[in-house]
């Protein structure tokens, strides 16, 4: 009766605040604690299996749906992420993903009905198996390549301990993820360690170390799909940046990752693709940890961007950043940087101690808006906007 209670509160607050309310879990929190005031106790546990699929990203992902990925697919993706992230069991996490989806009005109560009642590891009974990769005999294939080549669409890859020499290639919606968080450790020199060139890709819990370059050098990620989301991976690379995005209708969501001790930077968006990065640490770069160009769109929250031996933000040549609650600290260079045709939104950051200015318009093209932000100990200043490009509130 409580889980019904609050399902239906959520669905009356998008249909009341609007869909994208989804999309930001503090405020779904507020709103729905109010909504289920008169039942505290009993909706007690339900509001919290909802409240962690919303931090972990579900209401996102579902909102942004590319209707090209059989909902099929992206809800058993969600139900593995929330039970993975959080130990919840399988049932609950069903329940919590169900519940966002109804209320975005992307499946009717029968037909979630099906995918809710599920098999015992999530998954409902037409789905394929998941597939385990184990490099000591006791799993379906003892390498990644081949259990990439075998998986179907929807399928689960279960990666245990151990060293694994890519590079691979991902070309269909499936979910790789390490049974161990960080244990399994995917190295490549070549080219990049993980490919992806699918939609409706999840990644969770990988190890990536992009080794020194042999030829062209490699990325740690290069992704070109839409729906492809990032969670808890841990990636280092001695050659080219951590995380290469590009191409139109390429979106990425990097959830709790460290990008870190790269000889470039730790995320490159270029070429109109859309990053969003949650909770996550860009640190020791080579080059600026987040890079941003090309009519590329960054949306950076709660995360930290620091000690990099460059600069720590830099947006340029028409790409758009959206950087919230974030530390940008310690950097050799300037904390963030804009210029040619470039925009930067700062909210509520805290920009301090970097060896160049804290925030630089490098010329009358740049634009952006600093809000609520505690810029101060740059070396280079504080604000350096010698054309006012940049709306100070």
């Not at 499946?107 to 098999?119: I, W």
């Not at 950076?300 to 040549?317: E, Y």
Request: hydrophobic share 40%.
């Amino acid at each position: 009766m409580s889980d019904r209670i609050v399902r239906e509160a959520f669905i009356r607050l998008l249909a009341d605040e609007g869909r994208d309310i989804c999309t930001d879990s503090r405020r779904c929190r507020a709103f729905m604690l109010d909504l289920c005031g008169g039942h505290p106790r009993s909706c007690e546990r339900w509001l919290n299996v909802l409240d962690m699929a919303l931090v972990d990203g579900v209401g996102r992902t579902l909102f942004e749906w590319n209707r090209n990925i059989p909902f099929e697919v992206v809800f058993l993706q969600q139900v593995d992420l929330v039970h993975t992230l959080r130990a919840m069991d399988t049932a609950a996490a069903r329940w919590a993903v169900g519940t966002v989806a109804l209320a975005l009005t992307l499946v009717s109560e029968a037909k979630l009905s099906t995918f809710e009642r599920g098999t015992g590891d999530g998954r409902s009974p037409s789905q394929p198996p998941n597939i385990v990769v184990s490099q000591n005999g006791d799993g379906d294939f003892p390498d990644i390549g081949p259990a990439l080549e075998a998986a179907s669409p929807g399928t689960r890859i279960i990666v245990r301990r151990g060293r694994y020499r890519g590079p691979y290639d991902i070309r269909a919606p499936v979910r790789l993820e390490a049974q161990d968080i960080h244990a399994a450790v995917i190295e490549a020199s070549d080219r990049a360690c993980l490919l992806v060139a699918s939609d409706g890709v999840a990644l969770c819990g990988l190890s990536m170390r992009a080794l020194p370059e042999t030829g062209e050098g490699c990325f740690g990620f290069d992704i070109r799909g839409s729906d492809v989301s990032i969670e808890s991976c841990d990636v280092t690379s001695s050659s080219l940046a951590c995380l290469h995005a590009h191409g139109p209708g390429t979106r990425v969501n990097v959830r709790k990752c460290r990008m870190h001790f790269s000889a470039q930077g730790g995320l490159y968006v270029e070429d109109h693709a859309t990053v969003t990065v949650d909770g996550s640490e860009v640190s020791h770069c080579g080059r600026p940890a987040l890079e941003a160009k090309d009519s590329a769109t960054l949306q950076v929250t709660d995360s930290s961007v620091i000690d990099g031996s460059s600069g720590g933000v830099m947006v340029t040549d028409g790409a758009r950043a959206r950087i919230n609650r974030c530390e940008i600290a310690r950097n050799a260079g300037g904390g963030v940087g804009v210029g040619d045709h470039g925009y930067v939104e700062l909210a509520d950051c805290s920009v301090h101690d970097n060896q160049g200015p804290g925030v630089a318009a490098w010329d009358a093209t740049a634009s952006g808006i600093l809000r609520g932000c505690r810029i101060r100990r740059n070396v280079g200043g504080d604000i350096l906007d010698a054309t006012d490009s940049f709306v100070v509130g």
